[in-house]
């Protein structure tokens, strides 16, 4: 007799709980009203960066000349990219689907809805109805893009983040509303179709939630490629324009006119047709879970992680969670398990150039008063960015003055996604910036200025 664990949403955070405690020995359901991997694979980070790589060779072959190589003419293929992006996302939710029956898990495709604390009704894709009971529940139901009421969305010149993969043409004119991590990755990816694009700024500085040295680095390189920020500007409406464009209004009086707009302005929970209510779960205003740090809302047996739990809105810490879930449903938490640290989590902007973050930020850390040691190191002098082509942005380390424990960095430039799992693993692993520096690296290699940036 084994612990029946139901999950339901099969996204990063549901995959990731379900495969695990399959493996620690529960007998595990998943229901999945859509595809394996959830919006993280169908809409959101997969069709995203798919969508950026394609943009990114678009760019890279537009400087070939820099690189020794004649200039020719390329022209996007939208049917092409439509199935790349296909065939990946397919592919993808293949190997969640090997995963999951390689251990045994039972996937369910419907839609779930709680009956009570320990009971679930599925409506199957097929039509019928089944009942599921667990003795732990996990929801894991993700999120949705927000569209106010004043966006008449149409998939066609008024676009969410999921009809631009691609859109039925590449805009013209594309008005991006939205400066947040989700908005400056549009703007990256439509600029590099070749589209204008105007990007509507709240407040002062785009990425309001970055480092503003790191987000100065991006606002400069936009700016340099002829993007338009409309900064201090709130969205308020869009209509569509005589010929057939597109209009955006703003609160402090301008309006912005383009071909296309796309909405980034966050999201929403998907909570209202699981019937919470029936199971006793309490949401916030916005609709959120909260959880306790084991990810256990306020009933004890059901667990709440990814975008749904309110935490960070990333697919790896949708991942981390359902990991944790797995642990405590199956009772390892009193062993090898650590709480999860929602501060220590790396992310990154794709854009050109790329941007990666973790830990403690220069500007947080001087809000807090706190002592610290920042180093800095720009890729201009480093062989391998040099060899690429491409030798834009730096690296910052901020450590501990007196221990040279490592609590954070920045990077800015190519492969910033990739380089910052160094300083990821040193913040979580309190290494120091010694450990760093005394690695034996590769040569020529971008990693070799992260050993820089640390001494
Ligand atoms: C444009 C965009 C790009 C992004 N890029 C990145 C990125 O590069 N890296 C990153 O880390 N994060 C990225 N994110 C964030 C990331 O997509 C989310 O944090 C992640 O998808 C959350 O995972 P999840 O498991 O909570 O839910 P989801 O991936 O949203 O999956 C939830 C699943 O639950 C299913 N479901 C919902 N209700 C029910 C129900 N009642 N019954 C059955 N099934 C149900 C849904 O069909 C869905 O498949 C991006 C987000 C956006 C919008």
């Given amino acids: 007799m084994g612990v029946n664990f139901v999950v339901v949403g099969g996204g990063p955070a549901g995959v990731q709980a379900a495969s695990y405690a399959a493996r620690l020995g529960a007998h595990v359901t998943v229901v999945e009203r859509d595809v394996l991997g959830g919006a993280a694979n169908l809409w959101d980070c997969i069709p995203s960066k798919a969508m950026i790589a394609t943009g990114g060779m678009l760019a890279l072959m537009s400087r070939a000349s820099r690189m020794g190589i004649r200039k020719t003419d390329l022209q996007p293929d939208l049917e092409s990219i439509k199935m790349r992006i296909a065939t990946i996302t397919d592919h993808l939710e293949r190997s969640n689907r090997d995963l999951l029956s390689s251990q045994g898990v039972r996937v369910i495709r419907g839609e779930a809805r709680f009956l009570d604390p320990f009971h679930i009704a599925v409506k199957l894709t097929e039509g019928d109805e089944i009942e599921l009971g667990g003795d732990a529940i996990l929801i894991a139901t993700g999120s949705r893009p927000r569209v106010p009421h004043w966006a008449p969305i149409d998939g066609d010149r008024v676009l969410t983040t999921r009809q631009a993969y691609p859109p039925p043409e590449i805009p013209e004119h594309l008005i991006v509303v939205g400066s947040g991590v989700t908005g400056v990755e549009f703007v ?32 400069a390189d936009f700016l340099d490629s002829g993007v338009e920020l409309y900064k201090g500007a709130r969205a308020k409406g869009i209509h569509r324009s005589d010929d057939g464009g597109v209009v955006v209004e703003c609160d402090d009086g301008r309006s912005v006119t383009g071909s296309h707009c796309l909405l980034a302005i966050g999201s929403l929970p998907n909570y209202e047709s699981l019937e919470l209510e029936k ?22 047996h059901i667990y709440v992680a990814g975008d749904i739990s309110g935490k960070l809105p990333l697919a790896s810490v949708a991942t981390m969670q359902g990991r944790k879930v797995a642990e405590h449903v199956m009772g390892l938490d009193s062993r090898e398990h650590r709480h999860l640290d929602y501060d220590k989590a790396a992310s990154a ?18 809000a807090l008063g ?20 491409d030798s834009r942005g730096f690296i910052k380390i901020l450590s501990d003055p007196a221990t040279g424990v490592v609590l954070g960095g ?45 001494d």
Avoid at 349 to 366: R, Y
């Fill in 188 to 219: 990256h990816m439509f600029r590099t179709f070749g589209s204008k694009v105007s990007l509507i700024v709240s407040r002062q500085q785009i990425l309001p939630q970055k480092d503003p040295e790191v987000a100065a680095a991006l606002e």
């Fill in 279 to 300: 199971a006793g779960v309490q949401v916030d205003q916005g609709g959120y879970i909260s959880v306790d740090h084991h990810c256990v809302s306020n009933v004890k």
């Fill in 349 to 366: 902007i794709f854009t050109e150039p790329e941007i990666a973050d973790v830990g403690l930020a220069e500007a947080e850390a001087f």
């Fill in 370 to 389: 706190r002592k610290m040691r920042v180093t800095k190191v720009p890729f201009a002098a480093n062989a391998r960015a040099l060899i690429n082509g």
């Fill in 410 to 454: 920045s990077i800015v430039g190519a492969c910033a996604a990739e380089l910052i799992s160094v300083i990821a693993l040193a913040v979580t692993a309190n290494l120091k910036v010694a450990d760093i520096v005394e690695s034996l690296l590769v040569h020529p290699a971008l990693a070799e200025a992260l050993a820089e940036a640390a």
